[in-house]
């Protein structure tokens, strides 16, 4: 396994890559669902890469950039261990120069969820995933269905600005307990951690009553409330069931719908999400 710091090197040893490239960008501290991502791209492609990069503009000024965990000798061995060929690991100072004046900002679709709890979040994303894609050129790139908005959302700006890529989701990885995977999890004290299983049981609640037959939205938002009200460790922040393209929140759902929730446990803010509708009703 090859890791590259500089753009110029990726720049190298990618035009010496011959046939189909999946590229799996995270922020480091793997967990069990990067894994699932590196599998799907190793799976699907000649040449498996990854990125290592805590991308400082996607944080706001009072969210976790410093304290972010972060583990580059594990993530590599990780890496190594699950067949990675290439691991670009740069430098902020390579990605953003002293200069850098240059933003993506998809519109509208950000308003909304994360977007609105986390202004900038998203131009954070996609600046930096827009830089990636041009740096690696990879075919594929390989997403978690957790972060179901930043999936839309990156999705929505390869189609926009013609970007010669196919985003590939990845079902989201789950503890037994149902609590989806996150590298945030790192921060749960014990009593959190326990508690923290109710953001799955919540939407659990809305995905059965939607396969019972229930399509009032608002039934199934209330649904997920009282779920969520009896562990009283949980701040709920939103609870969202939106239309599965759009993501503005329905009335009543006649396509594919996804339910989404945000809640602190204590300092820690945890997102999950499920479709509703979706062919095979995998929970996202
Ligand atoms: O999901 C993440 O880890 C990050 O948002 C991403 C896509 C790597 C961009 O920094």
Known sequence: MQVLRTIPDVRAVRAQAQGSLGLVPTMGYLHAGHMALVRAARDANDHCWATVFVNSLQFGQNEDF???PRDLPRDLALFEEAGVDVVFVPEAETMYTADFSTYVDVEKLTDRLEGAARPGHFRGVTTVVCKLLNIVQP???YLGRKDAQQLRVIRRMVRDLNIPTTIVPVETVREPDGLALSSRNVYLK???RQAASVLYQALQAAQ????????NAETLRAAMHAVLAQ???????????????SLK?????ERPALASLAARIGTTRLIDAMELG???TTPE
């Not at 059965?208 to 399509?215: L, V």
């Open 139 to 141: 075919h594929r790139v």
């Open 66 to 68: 410093n304290t972010y």
């Open 208 to 215: 059965q009553r939607f396969a019972a037959g229930e399509r």
């Open 278 to 280: 979706r062919e095979d």
């Open 190 to 192: 014990p009593d959190e």
């Open 231 to 245: 562990e009283p460790l949980v701040s709920v922040d939103y609870v969202s069931i939106a239309d599965d393209e």
């Open 249 to 253: 929140e329905l009335t009543t759902i």
